[in-house]
């Protein structure tokens, strides 16, 4: 971890690639494996960039679930997260609804879409 930029053993491991996650797992972004392995020229070599592809077919799946600036945003529904107004702050936040770890368990990914 020291040659790392000093990054913890837990920092260095959070985007390890997992087997047996959701196809929308940003793990699995074919730009961003280039990247980790140094081929920075063939990351960069798709149409637009990252997220191009859930871009270009109107999918809006590349917005998170977080709003920008406390305010909503149309058009995207999360799958596992509902938006909520946080009774001590008013701001609005993504509370886990469920079905994520069921999913995966039974490896039933057919509510996702295909952003890659």
């Known amino acids: ?3 790392m930029y000093f990054f913890s053993d837990l920092a260095l491991t959070l985007n390890e690639p997992e087997e047996r996650v959701a196809p929308t797992d940003s793990r699995l972004r074919p730009d961003q494996r280039l990247m980790e392995s140094g081929r920075r020229g063939q990351a960069n070599e798709g149409p637009r960039g ?4 859930s871009f270009q077919l109107g999918k809006a799946s590349h917005i998170p679930c977080f709003p920008l600036a406390g305010k909503d945003y149309e058009g995207y529904i999360p799958l596992w997260f509902e938006r909520k107004v946080d ?7 993504c509370v886990y609804k469920g ?3 069921e999913a995966k368990d039974k490896q ?3 509510m996702c879409p295909d952003i890659f």
């Open 50 to 53: 990252v997220g191009f592809t």
């Open 1 to 3: 971890a020291e040659n």
């Open 87 to 93: 009774v001590m702050t008013g701001e609005l936040i």
């Open 108 to 110: 039933d990914w057919s």
């Open 99 to 101: 079905g994520y770890w």
